[in-house]
T-cell receptor
Framework: AQSVSQHNHHVILSEAASLELGCNYS??????LFWYVQYPGQHLQLLLK??????LVKGIKGFEAEFIKSKFSFNLRKPSVQWSDTAEYFC??????????FGTGTRLQVFP | GAGVSQSPSNKVTEKGKDVELRCDPI?????LYWYRQSLGQGLEFLIY????????KSGLPSDRFSAERTGGSVSTLTIQRTQQEDSAVYLC????????????FGQGTRLTVV
């Protein structure tokens, strides 16, 4: 079955630290991958997406993600986090029935 | 409207009662999704629609759950004979076409079954 896995469930960082959140997928077809973010009290919103082309994609607020086909990975990165990045982050990808499936999410807490 | 609208935003119901949750997608979006978000459980897929048809209902937890979409627009998720384990935030999302385009989420309906 198709799946999207996030292995970091809870990450705690200090401001200015670097961030990398792992995401692995198991779907072997056309890969469209997404990272969504949910800030406290807000709805889910798109952070960035990969459809094709350059495997390094840049999103809002300084986030980027790299699609590595050989590793079935789409990790999210940010060189220097801020307190305002405190949120829950979800990786998402497609299934054969075209539904969008999500990982279990990673809760990021950034302390000043 | 400008975004995906869900109503009610909060619903408290007694165990055994039926509830109906509504989703108004962004105008022109053909794909509509329902997810359930529970603490520590991530986003659980329930059902998705392409137009008025539901190609994938595999996520509905039991036959107490049903959903429909009319006119390629508004969708309702109905939970019959609610149980305490149904308590969660129910999220609706819509996208322009199929999964390759961005999904826009509503604020969700927080359902509490007491």
């Amino acid at each position: 079955a198709q799946s999207v896995s996030q292995h970091n469930h809870h990450v705690i960082l200090s401001e200015a630290a670097s961030l990398e959140l792992g995401c692995n997928y198991s779907y072997g077809g056309t890969v469209n991958l997404f990272w969504y973010v949910q800030y406290p009290g807000q709805h889910l919103q798109l952070l960035l997406k990969y459809f094709s082309g350059d495997p390094l994609v840049k999103g809002i607020k300084g986030f980027e993600a790299e699609f590595i086909k050989s590793k079935f990975s789409f990790n999210l990165r940010k060189p220097s986090v801020q307190w305002s990045d405190t949120a829950e982050y979800f990786c998402a990808g497609p299934s054969v029935t075209d539904k969008l499936i999500f990982g279990t999410g990673t809760r990021l807490q950034v302390f000043p | 409207g400008a975004g995906v609208s869900q109503s009610p935003s909060n619903k408290v119901t007694e165990k055994g009662k039926d509830v109906e949750l509504r989703c108004d997608p962004i105008s022109g979006h053909t794909a509509l999704y329902w997810y359930r978000q529970s603490l520590g459980q991530g986003l659980e897929f329930l059902i998705y629609f392409q137009g008025n048809s539901a190609p994938d209902k595999s996520g509905l937890p039991s036959d107490r759950f049903s959903a429909e979409r009319t006119g390629g627009s508004v969708s309702t998720l109905t939970i019959q004979r609610t149980q305490q384990e149904d308590s969660a935030v129910y999220l609706c999302a819509s996208s322009l076409d199929w999964v390759s385009t961005e999904a826009f989420f509503g604020q969700g309906t927080r359902l509490t079954v007491v």
